[in-house]
């Protein structure tokens, strides 16, 4: 394994969040990602590449996504008024979709013609297999075989995009081991894409897909002000790899005034195994190609880790996270299993909207903050997928009701 950052190579290599980032990988994929980041700079800077990218976004996923004001459910929690951003609107129904439009376009201009993805809860690897169908490449999306029991629904879906779905029995056969296998994968064969489905992985990935991801707070930001007239007091996303919380925290990083909360799975209790709460629970590491909080077990081996949501079950974090908690510029709270299924169900009751497991992580922490701020206060969650794929989980433990 070798190390670039700054201090290590004696020039500024992007990537690098305050300390964390870079690029921590066997020798065989330097040359690869390298490849990456250097097509990914050119288009970044190209605006054909640009306006290609935001037509997909308009035409295909249905961008810009609704911002929806609770009014029940703010009637119902008291405090601040709660205003979703519609992600779970978008074609895929999830923001994964996003990130995946470029990525492929990318890929696409490199010539690819195989993607391979890892995914949790199958909502990145239902936007991988559409991309891929979408743009004529083949694709192959890695999945611990407890995720495919979980995730059914969308393991079906991929196969009727054409995708193939790789399970993957290792450790606990959830998201981690699914990333394990994606990077064997793409360690064997650097002429296949390497579609990284959240804000984690080695440099250019983190940076790539914020960038993707970032039109879901500048989309929030200005419907916040056009109805409104004022930006919310607090911005509120679940974080598993991160994508989404950063993809709507960007858009509001300047503004000071804007409490930046991300919500962690505490899943059955903040004791070993039991959860996945990365930035409250780990310490800095490596995994994956990156430097960040990991949850570590006594031998140093990443931790095992749980939540309800197929999606959060990581035992690290995106490193603009790990940076922006050790900033103080954004907050980190968690809620458990039970607290979500009580989001999801309010939600579902007062709204008629249902929610994914991984979102109802939000909304349980929009209710805690929203409950102890002033009536004229707002506060923006973002919505990050909608619950079909989760009704099944749901049902068995009896926590539909009636
Ligand atoms: C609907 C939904 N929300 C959130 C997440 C968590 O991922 P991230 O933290 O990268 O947004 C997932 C992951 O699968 C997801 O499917």
């Known amino acids: 394994m070798t190390e670039r950052s700054q201090n290590q ?28 980041a250097e097509e990914y700079e050119k288009c970044a800077a ?13 035409d295909y996923v249905g961008r810009p996504s609704a911002l929806t004001e609770c009014k029940n459910l703010t009637g119902t929690v008291g405090g601040a008024r709660i205003f979703l951003k519609r992600e779970d609107l978008n074609h895929t129904g999830a923001h994964k979709i996003n990130n995946c439009i470029g990525q492929a376009l990318l890929a696409k201009r490199m010539g690819k013609k195989k993607i391979i993805a890892e995914t949790g809860a199958g909502m990145h690897g239902v936007a991988s297999a559409t991309v891929a169908a979408l743009m004529g490449m083949e694709c192959d999306v890695y999945m611990g075989e407890v995720d495919i029991q979980r995730q059914a629904p969308n393991v079906l ?11 993957v029995s290792d450790g ?7 990333v394990d296998a994606a990077l064997a994968a793409f360690c064997n064969d650097t002429s296949i894409f390497y579609l990284i489905g959240s804000a984690v992985g080695p440099h250019p990935y983190p940076t790539m897909v914020q ?28 974080v598993g790899g991160g994508s989404n919380a950063i993809g709507a925290f960007t858009a509001f990083i300047e503004d000071k005034d804007v409490r930046l909360i991300g919500v962690e799975p505490s899943g059955r209790g903040l004791t070993y195994g039991d959860h996945a709460a990365s930035l409250t629970k780990g310490s800095p590491g490596v995994l994956h190609g990156f430097k960040s909080y990991v949850l ?107």
């Open 9 to 36: 190579a004696g020039f500024p290599v992007k990537g690098i969040y305050g300390g964390f980032g870079g690029t921590y990988v066997p020798k065989a994929l330097e040359p690869i990602l390298t490849e990456i």
């Open 46 to 58: 190209d605006e054909s590449f640009r306006e290609e990218y935001l037509s997909l976004l308009k």
């Open 172 to 178: 606990q056969g959830t998201l981690k081991e699914a």
């Open 296 to 402: 570590t077990d006594d031998k140093g081996e990443a931790a095992e880790v749980y939540s309800i949501a197929a999606g959060l079950d990581y035992p690290s974090v995106g490193p603009a996270h790990a940076a922006l908690k050790e900033s103080g510029r954004a907050e980190y709270i968690c809620a458990s299993d039970k607290e979500a299924l009580h989001a999801f169900r309010l939600l579902c009751r007062t709204e008629g909207i249902i929610p994914a497991l991984e979102s109802s992580h939000a909304l349980a922490g929009a209710i805690k903050v929203a409950a102890e701020m002033e009536k004229d206060k707002k506060v923006l969650v973002n919505l990050s997928g909608r619950g079909d794929k989760d009704m099944e989980t749901i049902s068995s433990i009896g926590a539909i009701g009636a």
């Open 157 to 167: 879906r991929m196969k009727a995009l054409g995708a193939k779905v790789v399970p």
């Open 211 to 238: 960038n993707f991801q970032k039109i879901i707070g500048e989309e929030a930001r200005a419907q916040m002000l056009e109805r409104t007239g004022s930006l919310p007091d607090a911005v509120i996303a679940c």
